[in-house]
């Protein structure tokens, strides 16, 4: 039977593969496309991918058996992994807002191209899927 830590490391090794391929996509429809919402999306993907590099750390760390520093083991390592999730999920929302503030006072002139837009329905497709 497949141990919990081992589920989340390999839930997570599928959401890094997908998330970094879709930010590379929806990187380049945001800067074809000249579309500050995409761009921001992909770093949305970006800090997904690197939340799930965290918890797969966090998973490992929490597998350790306890020795003489730590009598009890590492199970707390999920904690302090989960606080670095939200450290980069709060910088990851601080940067977007920034991003967004400097496109209301000076916005880009977005070039939504039908082409472009089912692009992005299939990246949304495929974030679902």
């Given amino acids: 039977m497949e141990s919990r830590s081992d589920r989340i490391i390999r839930a997570s090794a599928v959401n890094i593969a997908g998330n970094l391929l879709l930010s590379a996509f929806?990187?380049?429809i945001?800067?074809?496309?000249?579309?500050?919402?995409?761009?921001?999306?992909?770093?949305?993907?970006?800090t997904d991918a690197?939340?799930?590099?965290?918890?797969?750390?966090?998973?490992?760390?929490?597998?350790?058996?306890?020795?003489?520093?730590?009598?009890?083991?590492?199970?707390?390592m999920e904690y302090i992994s989960s606080i670095a999730i939200s450290?980069?999920?709060?910088s990851a929302g601080i940067t977007s807002a920034i991003e967004?503030?400097?496109?209301?006072?000076?916005?880009?002139?977005?070039?939504?191209?039908?082409?472009?837009l089912a692009l992005v329905a299939l990246a949304c497709a495929v974030k679902v899927g």
């Fill in 26 to 28: 929806k990187l380049a």
């Fill in 30 to 46: 945001g800067l074809i496309s000249n579309s500050i919402a995409i761009t921001v999306d992909a770093v949305n993907n970006t």
């Fill in 50 to 76: 690197l939340s799930s590099i965290v918890a797969i750390g966090g998973a490992k760390l929490a597998q350790r058996h306890p020795n003489n520093k730590h009598p009890f083991g590492y199970g707390r």
């Fill in 87 to 90: 450290a980069i999920i709060i």
């Fill in 100 to 116: 967004a503030v400097q496109a209301i006072v000076d916005p880009p002139e977005p070039d939504y191209k039908p082409v472009t």
